[in-house]
């Protein structure tokens, strides 16, 4: 399919600007089924705007967050507070949060995680040897 550049109005500013064949190929191939309704810099200004609406890569992250969320558990104590299951439940996320971040940067361990580290593995050796 051959595209052809198409002179378009800016619903915003009402300049016109041009939908180039390269961007309509391009949004074909991302299978965008809106035409662009705004100019570039309308749109560009939308962007720096910040307004939440274009922010690709934040839903991939919050997927991410809630995947590590539901490998988590947390038991309810009977008689506890709401309160203080939640502080419970983020206590535990963090710690995870940490547990894997030694895991990924074993080239950079904190001194003071270095020294806990140590700690645990040389209580693990006492304990294999019984005493
Ligand atoms: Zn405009």
């Known amino acids: 399919m051959s595209f052809e550049d198409r002179s378009m109005q ?18 074909q ?5 809106n035409e662009p309704k705004r100019c570039p ?3 560009q200004a939308r962007k720096s705007e910040g307004n939440g609406r274009s922010s690709y890569g934040a839903p991939r992250q919050s997927l991410l967050g809630h995947a ?5 558990e947390v038991r309810v104590n009977e ?12 206590r535990m996320v963090q ?12 080239h950079f361990v904190p001194k003071s995680e270095a020294a806990r580290i140590k700690s645990k593995k040389n ?5 294999r ?3």
């Open 95 to 106: 710690m995870s949060g940490v547990l894997r971040e030694v895991k990924a940067n074993r």
């Open 41 to 43: 810099e309308c749109r």
């Open 129 to 131: 040897q019984g005493n």
């Open 68 to 72: 590590r969320f539901s490998s988590l």
């Open 10 to 27: 800016c619903s915003n500013c009402g300049a016109a600007f041009t939908f180039s064949a390269k961007d309509q190929e391009y949004f």
């Open 79 to 90: 008689g506890e507070s709401q309160e203080s299951l939640l502080r419970r439940f983020q």
């Open 123 to 127: 209580a693990q050796r006492r304990r």
């Open 29 to 33: 191939s991302k299978s965008y089924t």
